[in-house]
């Protein structure tokens, strides 16, 4: 059955970066693109943008562009999300996600990133 | 962008009862690329319904969904203890992915 496992919480100081993983198995990795979407404390969830599987390419909201790098492995079936410049609005759970046709079918468990001085 | 904005903030029903939980879109979405989620505390959100009305794979058929443009309807018939949990929708139009603020289900 397809599935994501993420990497474990990480805390980090304002102005680190973070990078998280994400494995997928189940399916044909080069198949479809890895999103990521983000979840702070109480809000609502954020799409923050996706990599393909095949070539690699990304796809970023606006809002993160230039803070944000997705890439993948395909060897490994892993993709990663490195945020970097942290601040303490970034505080939240990162979730990976597929999105083969015409919604969110699959989600990793979630990674949480705390950002504290 | 497209903001999705979800009501109520909170709906307040006993087991065994009917749930009606809306999305309403600031500009018309693609009946397509509309889609609802559930989630549980400390758990990653599980897709109920896409395209509008189709339930996705293992939902029960108490869960329904219905509408177009910009009103949309998550409609569950009997609840049961576990689906109290929070509801979002979702969409997709232009490259780009929202979410709405969701919709608290709790017990009464």
């Known amino acids: 059955q397809v599935q994501f496992v993420q990497s474990g919480a990480e805390v980090k100081r304002p102005g680190a970066s973070v990078k998280v993983s994400c494995k997928a198995s189940g399916y044909t990795f080069s198949n479809y693109a890895i999103h990521w979407v983000r979840q702070a404390p109480g809000q609502r969830l954020e799409w923050m943008g996706w990599v393909s599987g095949d070539r690699g390419n990304t796809k970023y909201s606006e809002k993160f562009q230039g803070r944000v790098t997705m890439t993948r492995d395909t060897s490994a079936t892993t993709a990663y999300m490195e945020l970097s410049s942290l601040r303490s609005e970034d505080t939240a759970v990162y979730y990976c996600?597929?999105?083969?046709?015409?919604?969110?079918?699959?989600w990793g468990q979630g990674t949480m990133v705390t950002v504290s001085s | 962008e497209i903001v999705l904005t979800q009501s109520p903030g909170t709906l307040s029903l006993s087991p065994g009862e009917r749930a009606t939980l809306s999305c309403r879109a600031s500009q018309s979405v693609s009946s397509r690329y509309l889609a609802w989620y559930q989630q549980k505390p400390g758990q990653a959100p599980r897709l109920l319904i896409h395209g509008a009305s189709s339930r996705a794979t293992g939902i029960p058929d108490r869960f329904s969904g219905s509408g177009s443009a910009t009103d949309f309807t998550l409609s569950i018939s009997r609840l049961e203890p576990e689906d109290f949990a929070v509801y979002y929708c979702?969409?997709?139009?232009?490259?780009?992915?929202?979410f709405g603020q969701g919709t608290k289900l709790e017990i009464k």
């Open positions: 979702q969409q997709y139009g232009s490259s780009l992915y929202t």
């Open positions: 996600a597929r999105f083969p046709a015409d919604a969110f079918d699959m």
